[in-house]
Nanobody, 123 residues
């Protein structure tokens, strides 16, 4: 069992920045691929960024490339999402996720979800 707790969401103006954190407890953090997903009202949950167990493989949604950076620190069981140049269309609930399979994380393979943190970007 893995527990994921997100923090760092909030209200920010367009062009601003936020840093999300996800602290994991339970089974060995380094054995999980990690990811950040988001879900806006009326839309499907989508992968924003994923990072594999070692941090050597990272992937981003096209809509956030060049603006968001995912990273992980296995020593403190935490994954981060640095979000810069935020846009109103980035407004959503952001979820941290863990996937025990080898390879990159994807929506259908997630084993554990965090409770979500709201990010609101005003225009």
């Amino acid at each position: 069992q893995v527990q994921l707790v997100e923090s760092g969401g909030g209200l920010v103006q367009a062009g601003g920045s936020l840093r999300l954190s996800c602290a994991a407890s339970g089974r060995a953090f380094s054995t999980y691929a990690m990811g950040w997903f988001r879900q806006a009202p009326g839309k499907q949950r989508e992968l924003v960024a994923g990072i594999n167990r070692s941090g050597g493989s990272i992937n981003y949604a096209d809509s956030v490339k060049g603006r968001f950076t995912i990273s992980r620190d296995n020593a403190v069981n935490t994954v981060y999402l640095q979000m810069n140049s935020l846009k109103p269309e980035d407004t959503a609930v952001y979820y941290c996720a863990a996937d025990s399979r080898l390879g990159d994380i994807y929506l259908g393979g997630v084993d554990y979800w965090g409770q979500g943190t709201q990010v609101t970007v005003s225009s």
